[in-house]
């Protein structure tokens, strides 16, 4: 069955208004829009931010009336003018199959691939980590992802070692690390669906239960680790860096991501009293900060 869209061009301030109202009307999902190309960076806690050029876009099924729609959007809304707005037939799709289709193998490093659970792996023979991110974020693709699985790759101290995945998201960071020789890995997330993905890519993997602990934060034990791995955003990364400092054996490794390089000298300044730290690893605007344990 094909869909009807709406698409209005409105402002941050009305944008979450007129998402109420096409609720209201019957829409079968909203979606907002950056209409200028405009970046959002890491938000404050609590708050919520719209691009200040936003588009508005309301999904109804083929059998809608969109005069009544607009009708009724333009009496309730009381915006004079009234935004532009087009409205468009859309292709009916499997939108998850339609996402599986773009998600293909990665490789990182000599020996590391990522693989899509429903695809063939490329090499056989190489370290092959099968992935179904499910609810959960971390697929590889993203540049954050991206630098942490190239940095467990040349890590040459992995064999035998205990990890922790700080920010475990789908587990492919620490299942990455298992893969790769490490003994054990403990993960930690605040979402329960994140460390239900964790489980459930370890199994895939036929990673033994007893290697991979999963925790919320306020669950997590008191351990160490000789490499440390975080993938979050920098704003928790500053706050956690003494709770982070403390997980790490002297001597030890750690690994941040989830910086934007405009936020590398403020991560840099709270890690410097802990660790020797490398020089960042910037890739299409992101960054990764590591070093070693004073």
């Known amino acids: 069955m ?16 007129l998402e109420d109202l096409l609720m209201e009307t019957g829409a079968s999902a909203v979606t907002l829009q950056d209409a200028k190309d405009q970046p959002l960076f890491e938000p404050e806690p609590g708050s919520t931010p719209l691009w200040r050029h936003t588009i508005v876009i309301g999904l109804f099924d083929a059998h809608a009336d969109m005069d009544a729609v607009t009708a009724f959007l333009k ?26 289709t773009h998600f293909h193998p990665i490789q990182f490093g000599s020996r590391l691939w990522v693989c899509p659970s429903w695809k063939e792996v490329p090499e056989p023979d190489a370290v092959n980590l099968m992935l179904d991110p499910g609810l959960a974020f971390g697929t590889g693709t993203h540049p954050t992802t991206a630098l942490c699985l190239e940095w467990l790759e040349k890590q040459e101290t992995m064999e035998g070692s205990q990890v922790i995945d700080y920010g475990c998201g789908s587990g492919i960071l620490a299942i990455a690390s298992l893969l790769l020789g490490a003994e054990n890995v403990t ?50 990364l500053v706050s956690l860096a003494p709770r982070l400092a403390g997980l790490v054996k002297p001597e030890g490794k750690l690994a941040l991501s989830g910086i934007l390089a405009e936020q590398a000298e403020e991560v840099l300044h709270a890690y410097s009293p802990w660790f020797d730290l490398e020089p960042p690893v910037i ?8 070093g070693k344990r004073k």
């Open 2 to 17: 094909p869909w009807i869209q709406i698409r209005l061009d409105t402002t941050s301030d009305h944008a979450e208004s």
């Open 75 to 100: 009496e309730h809304s009381q915006l004079t003018p009234f935004p532009s707005y087009k409205i468009e037939i859309v292709e009916d799709k499997d939108w998850e199959r339609e996402w599986m």
């Open 187 to 236: 993960g930690v997330d605040l979402d329960p669906q994140a460390l239900e993905a964790t489980i459930d890519n370890a199994q895939r993997n036929k990673i033994a239960p007893e290697r991979l602990k999963v925790y919320l934060p306020e669950d997590f034990p008191e351990v160490q680790a000789e490499i440390v791995v975080a993938n979050i955003l920098a704003g928790p």
């Open 283 to 290: 890739q299409d605007g992101w960054v990764l900060i590591s």
